[in-house]
Structure formats: C-alpha cells, structure tokens
C-alpha cells in the first residue's frame, strides 16, 4: 500500500528564516511526489514534483524540495520565508492517483 | 493553466435532504476526475475516483450509495451527498490530472448540514 506521511502538525518560522517542512513516503516502485499549499477556503496549488531526474526539485515561489531515496523523504524547503507563505502544505504521491499526507501548517511570523 | 471549478462553493442543507456538487473542467477534457473530503483538522480523504462513462471507484471505507458520483461528460463530474446527516457536513474538493502526473484542483465547496 501507498501512503505519505507529514509528521508535523504545524511548523513555525520567523520571517526570513530557513523553512523545512518535513515529509515521507511509503510506495513500491518508482516515487511520483509532490507539494501542493493550500490557503483557506481555496483549492489545492502546485508547487513542485519529483517524478525522475535531479534530486533537488525547484518550484513555485521560491520553494524546492529535496528528493532522498535512502530516507524515503521529500522535505520542502525555502532559504528565506514570507509571510505570506503561511498556509496548508500537503505531500502528496501516486500516478494515477494521488494520496496525500495529513498536511502541514506553516506559519510565519514577521 | 487548468483550470477546474466547483459549484456551489457553499450549501448549507437540512438533515435528510440530498446535496449535488458539480466540478468541470474548464479548458481541457478529464476523462477521471478525483473526488476529496477535508476534514477540520487538516487531513485530506480521497473518496473516490469519477470515470466518464463508467462506474465510480470508492476508496475503502467511503458509502457508494451514501456519495453518488457520476461523469457524465469529460468535462463533469457530480458528487451527490444523499440523505445528508451533520456528520456529513465537510470541505468537499475535486481534481483533474493534467499533464505530467500534475492535477488541477477545484477550490472546494463547505456543506454544511443542519
């Protein structure tokens, strides 16, 4: 069975400070990963994906991820915050179908 | 890009009644959509998946006859939530793959059920 993992609840950061927000994986074959960062009462928007390729994944609004296939993870990450990158993230992973992890909420402090 | 909406983006419905939610594709065809149900503190549930012209796929543990989905276009998927009850009462969110594994999601409808 596939399943992603977020391991934390919510994340805090001051503003202009590194953010990491952590995420793990469980699939057999090949990974598809992805981020998506939802705001409130809106959809869900795509940041970046892993589907092959580089580890180092770059995205929407200066975030990247880092793909690491000993440590089954996928950590997103941005070298400067914002406030206004304070949301909901969500890990997700599949193909044909995606099952994401129980979402991390970021939030960043002026 | 994609784009996918959802309608309505509220409904509040009264204990019993039935609920539709409508998700279209705007600018590109889907012959799959996905349905998902937010839950308060966070978790996003897929439900099911909508294939136009065939039966629906549930996810285990969702009501098949409890959420009716039908794609009866590539370009429509419905979710009707029958008989609704407050335990149904939920962010409910649609998607559609684009291209490179990506999916375009909806921006989500709030039932509400009183």
């Known amino acids: 069975a596939q399943s992603v993992a977020q391991p934390e609840d919510q994340v805090n950061v001051a503003e202009g400070n590194p953010l990491t927000v952590k995420c793990t994986y469980s699939v057999s074959g090949n990974p598809y990963l992805f981020w998506y960062v939802q705001y409130p009462n809106r959809g869900l928007q795509f940041l970046l994906k892993?589907?092959?390729?580089?580890?180092l994944v770059k995205g929407s609004y200066g975030f990247e991820a880092e793909f690491n296939k000993s440590q089954t993870s996928f950590h997103l990450k941005k070298p400067s915050a914002l406030v206004s990158d304070s949301a909901l993230y969500f890990c997700?992973?599949?193909?044909?179908?995606?099952?994401f992890g129980t979402g991390t909420r970021l939030q960043v402090f002026p | 890009g994609a784009v996918v909406s959802q309608h309505p983006s509220r409904v509040i419905c009264k204990s019993g009644t039935s609920v539709k939610i409508e998700c279209r594709s705007l600018?590109?065809?889907?012959?799959?959509m996905f349905w998902y149900r937010q839950f308060p503190k966070q978790s996003l549930m897929l439900m099911a998946t909508s294939n136009e012209g065939s039966k629906a796929t549930y996810e285990q543990g969702v009501e098949k006859d409890k959420f009716l989905i039908n794609h009866a276009s590539l370009t429509l998927s419905t979710l009707t939530v029958t008989s609704a009850h407050p335990e149904d009462s939920s962010f409910y969110i649609c998607?559609?793959?684009?291209?490179?594994?990506?999916?375009?999601f909806g921006p989500g409808t709030r039932l509400t059920v009183t």
């Open positions: 892993y589907i092959t390729g580089d580890n």
């Open positions: 997700g992973g599949g193909t044909d179908k995606l099952i």
């Open positions: 600018d590109f065809q889907a012959t799959t």
């Open positions: 998607s559609a793959p684009g291209q490179r594994y990506e999916q375009y």
